[in-house]
């Protein structure tokens, strides 16, 4: 069983793909906000990467405000939505634990911390380390010409 | 010569005729050689101890094997730094400075949380922060400003 298959019970059933050598360059959170240059957290210490006009707390609403910027907005459900990239938010008892973006296949993509990249569902991230999906938020894909 | 007045009663004959030879021969393990005997066993067993006679760079590369282990899926950098093998090496104080420096050195990881609880100090510029090889490269710099790396 491998790491990832120990941290996460239902990853194994669920299905996934490991997609990029460990690194930790990046975070999901910079992963999400497709940027693989820097380490993202809001921590009060100012030692990590975070927007200069967002307050600096692990929380659900600082997340979505920072998602928000980006153009995203609240969504209600994870499905594929061709016109649309979609962004999940995962919560555990600690504050926001993961952020991971969908993919035109309609599975998901994410960063596992200092880990792999993976491709995954959604419910193969459910668990104690990163808890359950707490936010959906959508955003418009830009029009490539 | 006859040993067996040395040796418990009965057990001369049965240890006469083994196979062995004569090791009815008293072989000079007296009250005090025994005494010294435990006492360098104890002392065997006392050196390969690890919790008396760990250095503080094996501390240092258990308690980070330890973090690296609990923190590999992790992006919260707070969680990370609340592990206990982390606020352990924490605690270890200016003596983990050198030892976290080479480690940031030979494999880059989230060794800056520490380093500034130690320090009280942050060099790492606000335009870097979150840049992993800029954020090391400036705390290798430290450490040669500060005396911690030879220059």
Redesign the interface.
Known sequence: MS??EN??PNIAQEGYTICSPKS??Y????WAADDN?????P?I??????PENLPRE?TLETFVAMFSEKGYKICDNAELETEYEKVAIYTNE??????TKQLESGKWTS?????HDIEHTLIGLFGK??GRVAQILKRKKLKIS | MDYSQYLPSGATSQLSRTSLGDISTPRGFGDEAKKVDEEFSNAELHYSQPISRTTPIQKFDRLAATWEYNNANMSSISEMALLPSYQEIIGMGKDAIPLILDALKNKPNHWFWALKAITGENPVQPADRGNIKMMTATWLEWGKQNGYIAK
């Open positions: 790491d990832i941290s996460f930790i360059e975070n999901c959170i910079a240059s820097k380490w993202w957290w921590d210490d100012l030692l990590y990467y975070w692990a600690t504050g926001v634990t993961h952020a960063k596992l911390g200092p880990n380390e990163y």
